[in-house]
């Protein structure tokens, strides 16, 4: 901190901080609306929207929930979603306390036996049919994230942007299956759950177009950046490693593996069975993005086939142009 003395309590720290968190950081936040378009609300999801801005070199609709995030250069649009995993609260191991994201250690026992969480995920919500129609009207996803480069020793933050097609089979057949599938049969009718580094996530074909670190002396170092560097098309590494999903059951593996023409011993289990597959991919030399389309249909379509019949008009005339790609 700087010269002044703060205190809880204290009439002068209640001024700084207003001046520290509301009018500089309001004076900050309208100076970059002014060039991004975004919103001039000061929010951590809003901060990403700002960043696509800045990295794409599109601008906002100037609305934060409602409007267009981004205004593409060729008229179209897209939808910004921003995950935060730097600043949420752990638990010491130890004794249970409470521990901040700041803190090294647990100021109740002095443990350094601290459980980092990092259960944050990008939300994408349909509240109706309007908005479900309407699900693939953006060009693009962009997906913001912040996450710990090290979840044991955060001390170095990661900040990316990824690009989703909205028309990618694992994106659209995902969309629909929350809806009409998990949705209609929840009573909260909570938000999609979009994880990180999940398989849901990679069956989108996201395309890495902007990585950078920031350093523990708040320095930046730029890691991919457009128009410098070349996006990374984020695939599918090892199948295996997601031999604990829910969603890829034997049945779905074995299927995958018959569509590939892949001999397999299905007694075994899902990670023996998966990591065969895996090794027949690397030696048959199977495109890249293939993949992912393929085991999209597998877990998606025979759970929203039959609702094809029953979408929107304007949904069903896109899921059409997928399906006959």
Known sequence: ???????????ETSEYLIQDLYIELRKKINKWAELT?????ARMGYVGQHLVSVVTGCPGGKSGARGYDLILSDGEFAEIKTCYRVDQLGKCNSCGEVIASIEASCQNCGSNDVKRNEDSKWLIGIRHDNEFDSILDPKYYFLVLFDFVDLKNPNE???SIWRVN???PGFAYCMIDYYLNIRAKSASKAPFNLWPYQLKFYLM?????YQSIIKSDDTIQTIIFPKRDKEVSDYIKKLVDYSRSKNLTKDKIITLAN???IKIDSTKSNSVLLSNIDDQIIKRGIKEGVLEDIVANILYFPEIEAHFSKLPQKLRKKINIINNN
């Open 166 to 168: 909205s028309m990618a």
């Open 259 to 261: 569509i590939l023409k």
């Open 37 to 41: 378009k975004q919103t001039a609300q």
């Open 205 to 209: 074909k996201p395309v890495l177009i």
């Open 1 to 11: 901190m700087d010269n002044h003395h703060y205190s809880l309590g204290g009439l």
């Open 157 to 159: 933050i990661r900040a």
